[in-house]
């Protein structure tokens, strides 16, 4: 399959190990973080700012940062291979493919970014 | 007219499977003419097949609401006044329900997640086991989606 160099390690075994790897390091990271917010109904900034201000938590944020755009380029991959292709959007699907991968990898990309200013711009 | 040429199509086929001919080019065609349904609005989709494609658009969705969810925790980290306006925000009913339906996806393919990976475990991997795992992820799903709206409102 031509289309598999535009998944994320160019080796569906690999992605496949990628995607439950990461999918488990997000799901620790946001019941962590939910169960917290549970916990902490009447929380204040100076509470909020001290958490993510401490070194583990920044480093949790940004494994869960990066395993986030590892999963978000799996999955989007594997959806807009299967749904983009000549049988189900016509003749333009390879381009409307490459368009729509190219879209999302901006957007991962953008999420990164952000979420490292976010972590320790402040 | 149309159930006569079918049907004509089929025996010819039938006998083509029953009594193959190697060398005949007409065996070739038998492959081209198989029939292939595109139109998935006439297909029936079972309870575990629901589940399944609602996990790819939950992750489509949420992959798009993370914006959200990194928009208000860059303002509730900017200042004292961010994680105020954030407060303020979250007071109002359309940026609830904003954060709920991202709350809701994520929950949902977060569940709907955990069962996929204890399939690859091989666990509930059976038809019977598929449908009862299929039923278990709604009703916590659901469940969960429910308690995220208590908890917000």
């Known amino acids: 399959m031509v289309s598999s160099v535009t998944g994320l390690s160019r080796n569906g075994v690999a992605d496949w190990l990628v995607q439950r790897v990461s999918a488990v390091v997000l799901g620790v990271y946001f019941i962590g973080l939910l169960g917290y917010l549970l916990m902490n109904a009447d929380l204040d900034y100076a509470q909020w700012q001290a958490l993510f201000s401490t070194t583990w938590m920044r480093l949790a944020s940004l494994l869960a940062l990066i395993s986030l755009c590892a999963h978000a380029w799996v999955g989007m991959w594997t959806v807009s291979t299967d749904y983009l292709t000549e049988a189900m959007v016509g003749k333009n699907a390879n381009v409307l493919r490459f368009l729509f991968q190219a879209a999302y990898i901006l957007l991962i990309f953008i999420y990164l970014i952000w979420g490292i200013q976010i972590l320790w711009g402040n | ?153």
């Open chain 2, 1 to 153: 007219m149309l159930c006569k040429q079918a049907e004509r199509q089929f025996e010819r086929r039938s006998l083509l499977i029953t009594h193959p001919t190697p060398g005949i080019s007409e065996i070739k065609s038998v492959k081209d003419n198989r029939p292939i349904n595109l139109d998935f609005t006439t297909l029936r989709l079972p309870l575990p097949a629901i589940t399944s494609i609602l996990h790819r658009i939950s992750g489509v969705f949420i992959f798009a609401g993370i914006a959200v969810l990194l928009w208000l925790l860059a303002e509730s980290l900017a200042s004292e006044q961010g994680f105020i306006n954030v407060q303020q925000w979250l007071d109002t009913f359309w940026v609830k329900l904003l954060v709920w339906s991202v709350l809701a996806g994520l929950l949902y393919h977060l569940i709907a997640g955990i069962r996929h990976l204890l399939m690859d475990m091989d666990i509930g991997e059976t038809l019977e086991g598929g449908r009862m795992g299929a039923k278990l992820v709604v009703i916590f799903s659901v469940l969960a989606i429910v308690l995220a709206g208590v908890w917000l409102w």
